[in-house]
């Protein structure tokens, strides 16, 4: 098992945006949790991807080739990871604030957010806060879940909470965060009703959020 993880873990740094899927497949064939494939193979991939570029031996085009390559293996995930068992448990207006274009800590939520039966509505990345306020007020959404990848874009989230604030429709929605460089602290301090550092606690999140709704 450990060789197909980091067979993995390697095709997701070298980009292999080819030959992810079929290895993530036979790993899934051979028994592999989902989970594991996920966490072990493929953040973790990602994680070093991200220490590369730190180091300056990765620049810009690595880190994109890399990020095609883990999204053609979630594709595969997907299924794997989703459990179709459960009714309709609420909507969430799901997007990457203004200014950021990380998208897979994104779609992993909302992949994960549609596996435990939300209806989603993704407005993708570099969301602009009025694009925000029209989803909000068009959807009859009950949560919006911002996320954001870079220091710089974290503020874009504060922005966002004003921009629904003064369109007066704040109180009709409950607002939860995430990302890697977010924190609790910082979530209260925008005034955010919760945050999560991770896909799987995103759903519980949304799932409380909801019920105290
Ligand atoms: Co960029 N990038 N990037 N990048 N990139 C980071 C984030 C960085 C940490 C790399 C580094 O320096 N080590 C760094 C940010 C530094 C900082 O701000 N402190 C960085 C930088 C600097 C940049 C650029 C500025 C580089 C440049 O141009 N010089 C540039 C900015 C572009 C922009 O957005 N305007 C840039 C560009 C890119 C690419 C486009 C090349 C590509 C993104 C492609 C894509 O997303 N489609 C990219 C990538 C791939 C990364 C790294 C390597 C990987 C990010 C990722 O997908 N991780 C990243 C390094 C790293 O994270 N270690 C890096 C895997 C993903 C599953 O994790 O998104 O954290 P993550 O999601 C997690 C949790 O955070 C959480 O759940 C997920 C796990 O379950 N989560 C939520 C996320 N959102 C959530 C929302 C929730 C709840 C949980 O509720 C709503």
């Known amino acids: 098992m450990a060789d197909r993880i980091s067979e993995i873990k390697e095709a997701v740094i070298d980009g292999m945006q080819k030959v992810v899927p079929g290895k993530v497949q036979q790993a899934l064939d051979e028994g592999i949790g989902p989970e ?29 080739v890399a990020a095609r390559a883990m999204a053609a293996g979630m594709e595969v995930l997907k299924p794997y990871l989703q459990q179709a ?23 992993l939520v909302g992949m994960m957010l549609e596996g435990a039966a939300f209806e989603v509505i993704d407005l993708g990345t570099d969301v602009p806060p009025e694009k925000f306020v029209a989803a909000v007020k068009e959807s009859g959404a009950q949560i919006v879940a911002m996320s954001a990848l870079l220091t710089t874009t974290m503020p874009a989230m504060k922005t966002t909470i004003e921009a629904l604030e003064n369109a007066g429709v704040r109180d009709q929605i409950k607002i939860m965060v995430g990302g890697a460089p977010l924190s609790d602290q910082y979530a209260k301090e925008i005034h955010a009703d919760g945050y999560s550092p991770d896909a799987n606690r995103a759903v519980s999140l949304a799932k409380s959020l909801i019920a105290a709704a």
Do not use: C, R, S, Y
């Open 85 to 107: 068992d459960i009714k309709a448990t609420g909507k969430v207006i799901l997007g990457t604030v203004q200014g950021d274009l990380h998208d897979i800590g994104k779609n």
């Open 36 to 64: 594991t494939i996920l966490n072990e193979a493929m953040i973790n991939g990602m994680a070093e991807v991200g220490q590369l570029f730190e180091d300056g031996e990765f620049f810009v085009p690595e880190m994109l």
